[in-house]
Each structure stands twice: as structure tokens, then as C-alpha cells.
């Protein structure tokens, strides 16, 4: 009877270490510029989608949005999708959300792209349980996303879990700001 040695199986390639951002700072590359204004705890926002609308943004009863605002500039010729990026929010190093939980809006009718070579205003979001938002302290906001802008790879490890795959990763990390 030969025996034979498990190989063990390839680890995966580590994605990029995250950048620290702060408040007031920004995300600079050569296809957009953004910038992070405010870290606020809001019970309700909504916002003028032209002339004669308006959309407010989903807030489940018995939470509240925990919401970073800030403005964007695409100063390239694509139009920037918010499936172009992967986002995580971390709420007092404990509750996480990720995938569709963290949301990205930009501020006008089509609130979900940038068109190329114009700048608007975002908000950055996730809803909290009201007992959480009570005991709030600081919230880790990270975004991925890729050098072509395309929308980041999901692979599916064996035990069940996922790592999404990202040229670039940041991390801004608040208390309330506003």
C-alpha cells in the first residue's frame, strides 16, 4: 500500500491592503474623484430628483440610516455604475453588512450611475437597528472596486463562504461628523 501526502490546496491570492480615508478626504484615480464629507446618523433622508420629485431612501421601522454623504466627479469616459463596487460596513468593529445591504446613491434621477465627466453628490448608507444606533461609535465603511471599473469578482470558496475580488480597497473609518 503506497501513501500518499495531501497536497494542501493553493491558498488564495490576498487582495489589496486598504487604504485608510478619512472625513474630508478623498478617493483620487484617473476615472473619478471621491470625496467623503460627513458621517451622520439620520432618522429619515430624501432628496430632489429634479424639479417636481423626490426619493427618500428605505428605512426599515425600528432603524435608523447610518448614512456617509460626500461628492463624486467621473473624470473619465464611462458612465460609473454603483455595481462597480463592493461595499462592507463594519458598525462598532462588531455588526457587519455587506452585498446589497450597503447601499450607494448618487443624488439625481438615476440614482444608481454617474454619468462620464460630470460631478454629483452621494450618499453612502446602511440601516441600523435603533438599539445599535443608541450605543453608536464608529462605523468602518470599505470600497472596493477594480482599475477597469468593472464590477468585482464574487468567488465561492469551498466551505461555503465568498471573497470578492478587487484591484483597489479602501477604508474609511468615522465616529458622527455632522
Known amino acids: 500500500v503506497e501513501e500518499t501526502t495531501p497536497t494542501p490546496s ?3 491570492e490576498a487582495g489589496p ?10 478617493i483620487e484615480n484617473e476615472n473619478f ?8 446618523l439620520l432618522d429619515e433622508f430624501s432628496y430632489d430628483t429634479s424639479e417636481y420629485s423626490s426619493t427618500s431612501l428605505y428605512v426599515e421601522e425600528g ?4 448614512v456617509v454623504k460626500g461628492h463624486m466627479e467621473n473624470t473619465g469616459t464611462s458612465v460609473i455604475s454603483d455595481s ?17 445591504d450597503v447601499r450607494l446613491n448618487f443624488i439625481r434621477d438615476k440614482h444608481f450611475e454617474i454619468d462620464p465627466y460630470t460631478d454629483l453628490d452621494y450618499v453612502l448608507y446602511i440601516n441600523i437597528p435603533e438599539k445599535l444606533a443608541d450605543l453608536f461609535e464608529t462605523v468602518t465603511f470599505t470600497i472596493g ?12 470558496n469551498s ?3 465568498s471573497t470578492v475580488e478587487v484591484d483597489n480597497l479602501y477604508s474609511l473609518t468615522s465616529g458622527l461628523t455632522a
Open 145 to 156: 472596486f477594480n482599475n477597469d471599473l468593472s464590477a468585482p469578482t464574487t468567488v465561492w
Open 10 to 12: 493553493p491558498t488564495p
Open 84 to 100: 462597480t463596487f463592493a461595499l462592507t460596513a463594519t458598525v462598532n468593529n462588531e455588526y457587519k453588512v455587506d452585498g446589497y
Open 17 to 26: 491592503e486598504a487604504q485608510e480615508v478619512q472625513v474630508g478626504g478623498s
Open 63 to 66: 432603524y435608523k440610516l447610518l
Open 33 to 40: 474623484v471621491m470625496t467623503f464629507t460627513s458621517v451622520e
Open 159 to 161: 466551505d461555503g463562504t
